[in-house]
């Protein structure tokens, strides 16, 4: 017979944006009289915005690793099951064990699954014939393989898929860092680098779109757009594609490589897009500001499985966590409900090794930088903040829910003083 327990808000997922919340509510005022419950079934968690940097031989993968036990804030309690199923009607979760988790207040933040079934033929060859992926942690390493053993007259293809995923820039940074590795080796002239992306343009923000068509330009990399990856022969080393858009819309194309950096479509959990809290699109469906869901008053959604249209990166659940937190506690004890997420999101940008292009913004595309430097410039700081600032903010300050770590960014203002 299945078990039924109750807690007073329960959390479903343990990833960054789980863990944040939790602890966020452990440090506020009172936050140590809540009964908080996580719903997690992995026993590891992964620093995944690294996952760039251990494909490019710059980070070790044990780095980006840490227990999932150690993470979990004091007196909240870990459920290591999986949600199977939601009933809000009834304000209950049900757990693939069989047993069920009541609640009063249910915070919705599972992450992005990788859809590699949603590729022909890829499931068989990722992680050998020269096809990896920064996306996996299993095959991250054979990323950094598979560059260093590019020779001259070499050809690489780096593949985006359809949006939403997660960290948008990551399928083009490692096009970048493995071009930079080309060049430094006297050989990049001589290679062939494509990037073959869903998307009609380089980036969603078109002010640091323009500058990556000067870093794509820079690198000889050969770019098509709106070409999407549906299937991979490994051992004949080709690739095929269907354009998404323009007169040669559904038009299938096959291209061979010496190696193929693929990016999987990506969906919430089937238990959230198929489920009663989901939009037509399958996320979690959240007021874009409040976060809280549009049906359910006692349930919010953040990061990247939520309806919110941003940037899915953990640069955007920094921001909205404290949304969230503060909501928890305006429903607990009375008040207006704090409707202040913007859309933040960030997405470091490394275009070379040592150089990265700091992006933030927030709804609309408004570029928002932390610092009162042109965001469009490429950076050695930005490289420093994104290969050892972040990492350490990330596990020992965001994961413990310091508050300081939530301040608002500036807006940005070009020289001549017009507001972009």
């Known amino acids: 017979m299945s078990e039924i327990k109750h807690h007073q808000i329960v959390i479903v997922g343990g990833g960054t944006a789980g863990i944040t919340v939790a602890a966020s509510l452990r440090r506020k005022h009172g936050g140590n009289d ?62 693939s064990s069989g047993d069920s988790v009541s ?52 050809k690489a293809l780096f593949t985006q898929p359809p ?43 078109p002010f640091f779109s323009k500058e990556l068509d000067k870093v794509v330009a ?23 594609f269907e354009i998404a858009g323009g007169d040669r819309k559904g038009v299938k194309i096959t291209m061979d490589f010496d190696m193929l950096h693929a990016t999987p479509p ?34 919010f959604g953040l990061g990247d499985a939520c309806s919110t249209p941003n ?31 913007d859309g933040y999101a960030s997405c470091p940008l490394t275009t070379a090794y040592g150089k990265v292009m700091m992006a933030e913004f927030i709804y609309g595309g408004k570029v928002t930088p932390t610092f009162p430097l042109d965001p469009r410039k490429e950076r050695w700081l930005n490289w420093w903040i994104k290969t050892t600032g972040l990492p350490m903010m990330y596990w020992d300050y965001m994961l413990k829910g310091h508050e300081w770590f939530f301040e608002h960014n500036l807006d940005y203002v070009e020289p001549t003083g017009q507001e972009l």
Not at 131 to 148: K, R
Not at 325 to 338: A, H
């Open 218 to 240: 820079r690198y000889g990399i050969k770019v098509h757009f709106q070409h999407n990856l549906v299937s991979v022969d490994g051992e004949k080393k080709s690739a095929t």
């Open 34 to 95: 809540l009964d908080i419950a996580i719903i997690e079934p992995s026993d590891v968690h992964y620093y995944q915005p690294a996952f760039t940097l251990v494909g490019a031989g710059t980070y070790k993968l044990e780095k980006t690793r840490r227990q999932e036990q150690g993470l979990i804030p004091p007196k909240v309690r870990w459920i290591k099951d999986k949600a199977a199923r939601f009933d809000p009607e009834n304000n209950k979760v049900e757990l």
């Open 163 to 205: 949006l939403p995923f997660k960290c948008p820039g990551a399928p083009q940074k490692i096009a970048y860092l493995a071009a930079d590795y080309l060049r430094k080796k006297g050989i990049l002239e001589n290679c062939e680098v494509h990037f073959l992306t869903h998307a009609p343009a380089m980036f969603a923000v």
């Open 103 to 154: 609640y009063d207040y249910l915070v919705v933040c599972p992450g992005l699954e990788l859809n590699w079934e949603k590729i022909e033929g890829i499931a068989e060859t990722l992680g050998r014939n020269a096809v990896c992926s920064n996306y996996s942690p299993e095959h991250t390493e054979y990323t950094w393989q598979c560059i260093q053993e590019l020779k001259p007259a070499a």
């Open 266 to 299: 990506q969906s919430p959990p089937q238990a959230v897009k198929s489920g009663p809290l989901a939009n037509e699109a399958g996320f979690v469906d959240v007021h874009q500001h409040s976060l809280q869901h549009k049906k359910y008053s006692n349930i």
């Open 311 to 341: 940037s899915k990166t953990a640069a955007a659940i920094r921001k909205q966590a404290p949304v969230v937190v503060r909501n928890l506690f305006v429903l607990i004890n009375g008040g207006k409900l704090d409707e202040g997420y």
